[in-house]
């Protein structure tokens, strides 16, 4: 039987959903022993790591080939601004109440991975852009 390009490109789309799917519940499965059952990170560990690498991986593998350009590009500089400031401080009272935390290092250092967080897409996106520009003009 001879594969043509429909088949292909069906099959890719079935296996995305799927690895869609994984991926989502692996970050549920851990999100849910975190929060819900309250158990400590040695008891769900396993399935956080592999949810990181898996992260990584997807992360790593969109920006080297061109693909990660999923930032919006938003013309009102202010509402960008007040975005971002609002993202950042329901985070911090996000992790506050979740934690109970009261802190002023660790509430520091909690900002500073929401702000990685928050602005790591916006780097990645451009680093991509630039490559797919690159092998646009090849």
């Given at each position: 039987?001879?594969?043509?390009?429909?088949?292909?490109?069906?099959?890719?789309?079935?296996?995305?959903k799927a690895f869609e799917i994984c991926y989502?519940?692996?970050?549920?499965?851990?999100?849910?022993?975190?929060?819900?059952?309250?158990?400590?990170?040695?008891?769900?560990?396993?399935?956080?790591?592999?949810?990181?690498?898996?992260?990584?991986?997807?992360?790593?593998?969109?920006?080297?080939?061109?693909?990660?350009?999923?930032?919006?590009?938003?013309?009102?500089?202010?509402?960008?601004?007040?975005?971002?400031?609002?993202?950042?401080?329901?985070?911090?009272?996000?992790?506050?109440?979740?934690?109970?935390?009261?802190?002023?290092?660790?509430?520091?250092?909690?900002?500073?991975?929401?702000?990685?967080?928050?602005?790591?897409?916006?780097?990645?996106?451009?680093?991509?852009?630039?490559?797919?520009?690159?092998?646009?003009?090849?």
């Open positions: 039987m001879k594969v043509d390009e429909r088949v292909i490109g069906v099959r890719d789309k079935i296996n995305s989502i519940g692996l970050w549920l499965m851990v999100s849910y022993r975190m929060f819900v059952l309250k158990q400590s990170p040695s008891e769900y560990g396993d399935i956080l790591i592999l949810a990181v690498i898996v992260s990584a991986f997807v992360v790593i593998n969109m920006v080297l080939k061109g693909v990660f350009t999923s930032t919006p590009k938003v013309s009102n500089k202010l509402s960008t601004v007040v975005s971002n400031v609002l993202y950042i401080i329901s985070f911090i009272l996000i992790f506050m109440f979740l934690t109970g935390m009261r802190d002023p290092i660790k509430i520091g250092v909690g900002v500073l991975i929401v702000i990685i967080i928050r602005f790591s897409p916006i780097v990645l996106s451009k680093i991509s852009s630039k490559k797919a520009d690159k092998d646009l003009e090849e």
